[in-house]
T-cell receptor
């Protein structure tokens, strides 16, 4: 149980294009999902908290218009990197919080984005 | 301030031996949760073990145990009988209440290398 999928796992795009990343909780409902960014050899940095049916809450320093988050259902959240630039290249990883038991966050496998 | 500290950037352990990964935390909350995640080179974050602040007994999950010392604010991970597949990054995290919501705060991680 508690499986989170993420798609795509890899994406290479040209500068200026937009990229959409999907995060799905497969066997549980998640009213809250989280989006993280991780640079090489560093820890995870929380970008935003995605709430089903309401606007996402962004961390300080994260551009809302740059990183669009939509949490359309209890099992799906999407992150769209708009007008991507090379500095947006990173590892993006989502998590979903299982409200049962320990409120553990279960993570997706991550998406590696390379912007050329 | 809410903070997680992992002071060991890298650790070596001989296969089949036990290893302890250190984690200290700082919080003013009375109720909090502590997690350990494993991140292999593939990038996925694998949930290992959880300890609640009110749990009286140390958490155990198979070969993983959490040495929880509340007064010292430490939550060290002990891996017994190390296996080659245990080589990975390990992150300690704390569920903390921030800005009216619960978030995970991560430490900087410890890279564990198991020697054959």
């Amino acid at each position: 149980g508690a499986v989170v999928s993420q798609h795509p796992s890899w994406v290479i795009c040209k500068s200026g294009t937009s990229v959409k990343i999907e995060c799905r909780s497969l066997d549980f409902q998640a009213t809250t999902m989280f989006w993280y960014r991780q640079f090489p050899k560093q820890s995870l940095m929380l970008m935003a908290t995605s709430n089903e049916g309401s606007k996402a809450t962004y961390e300080q320093g994260v551009e809302k218009d740059k990183f669009l988050i939509n949490h359309a259902s209890l099992t799906l959240s999407t992150l769209t990197v708009t007008s991507a630039h090379p500095e947006d290249s990173s590892f993006y990883i989502c998590s979903a919080r299982d409200l049962q038991g320990k409120e553990t966050q279960y993570f997706g496998p991550g998406t590696r984005l390379l912007v050329l | 301030a809410q903070k997680i500290t992992q002071t060991q950037p890298g650790m070596f352990v001989q296969e089949k031996e036990a290893v302890t990964l250190d984690c200290t935390y700082d919080t003013s909350d009375q109720s909090y949760g502590l997690f350990w995640y494993k991140q292999p080179s593939s990038g996925e974050m694998i949930f290992l073990i959880y300890q609640g602040s009110y749990d009286e007994q140390n958490a155990t999950e198979g070969r993983y145990s959490l040495n929880f010392q509340k007064a010292r604010k430490s939550a060290n991970l002990v891996i017994s009988a190390s296996q080659l597949g245990d080589s990975a990054m390990y992150f300690c995290a704390m569920r903390a209440r921030m800005d009216s919501s619960y978030k995970l705060i991560f430490g900087s991680g410890t890279r564990l290398l198991v020697r054959p």
